[in-house]
């Protein structure tokens, strides 16, 4: 009998706002009809994830992939580039621009003040939380509908300088 693959966890939901804001970046970048990179908040990391045709099988390289054994956010932005799911763009473009290792750094990897800082952050400049909290469990739910599996494990990238602060 074959062995089953093993099904990914689910994220928590500060790593699909990290996702939403990689595609408002434009930090995703498809390769070919499997492969894509994804490039990190502050530059100083390019992961690699691998996807089946209908997406269900993700192979990717981030540490929380790696190492937490749940969906990471350059996988999850590789499914929304791909069509799998489209948030609508003034979601993606409110969450551009942010310094999520920075702020991940800052609380510590907190991830409920993380996101209490960008949803303050998101109302200063007139964007609406509860629009884009909602459009991230939209994400989630789609995902957890999609019971993704683990693709090969490949290891983290090592860290570059990184080539710009936001």
Same mark, same amino acid.
Request: aromatic share 8%; charged share 30%.
């Given at each position: 009998?074959?062995?089953?693959? +093993?099904?990914?966890?689910?994220?928590? %939901?500060?790593?699909?706002?990290?996702?939403?804001?990689?595609?408002?970046?434009?930090?995703?970048?498809?390769?070919?009809?499997?492969?894509? +990179?994804?490039?990190?908040?502050?530059?100083?990391? +390019?992961?690699?994830?691998?996807?089946?045709?209908?997406?269900?099988?993700?192979?990717?390289?981030?540490?929380?992939?790696?190492?937490?054994?749940?969906?990471?956010?350059?996988?999850?932005?590789?499914? %929304?580039?791909?069509?799998?799911?489209?948030?609508?763009?003034?979601? +993606?473009?409110? %969450?551009?621009?942010?310094?999520?290792?920075?702020?991940?750094?800052?609380?510590?990897?907190?991830?409920?003040?993380?996101?209490?800082?960008?949803?303050?952050? %998101?109302?200063?400049?007139?964007?609406?939380?509860?629009?884009?909290?909602?459009?991230?469990?939209?994400?989630?739910?789609?995902?957890?509908?999609?019971?993704?599996?683990?693709?090969?494990?490949?290891?983290?990238?090592?860290?570059?300088?990184?080539?710009?602060?936001?």
């Amino acid at each position: 009998m074959a062995m089953s693959a +093993t099904q990914w966890k689910m994220p928590p %939901l500060v790593k699909v706002y990290e996702a939403l804001g990689a595609i408002g970046d434009g930090r995703v970048r498809i390769e070919n009809s499997r492969r894509a +990179t994804v490039v990190s908040s502050d530059e100083s990391k +390019t992961y690699e994830v691998e996807t089946s045709a209908d997406g269900r099988e993700i192979a990717s390289n981030d540490n929380a992939s790696y190492w937490q054994g749940y969906v990471g956010y350059p996988a999850i932005a590789v499914l %929304l580039a791909r069509g799998f799911y489209r948030p609508p763009a003034n979601v +993606t473009d409110a %969450l551009a621009g942010v310094a999520w290792k920075d702020l991940n750094r800052k609380f510590k990897n907190d991830w409920a003040r993380t996101i209490a800082e960008v949803e303050q952050n %998101l109302e200063q400049a007139g964007h609406d939380p509860d629009t884009v909290r909602s459009e991230a469990d939209a994400v989630l739910s789609f995902l957890r509908a999609l019971r993704p599996v683990r693709g090969k494990r490949i290891r983290p990238p090592a860290e570059k300088p990184a080539l710009k602060t936001r």
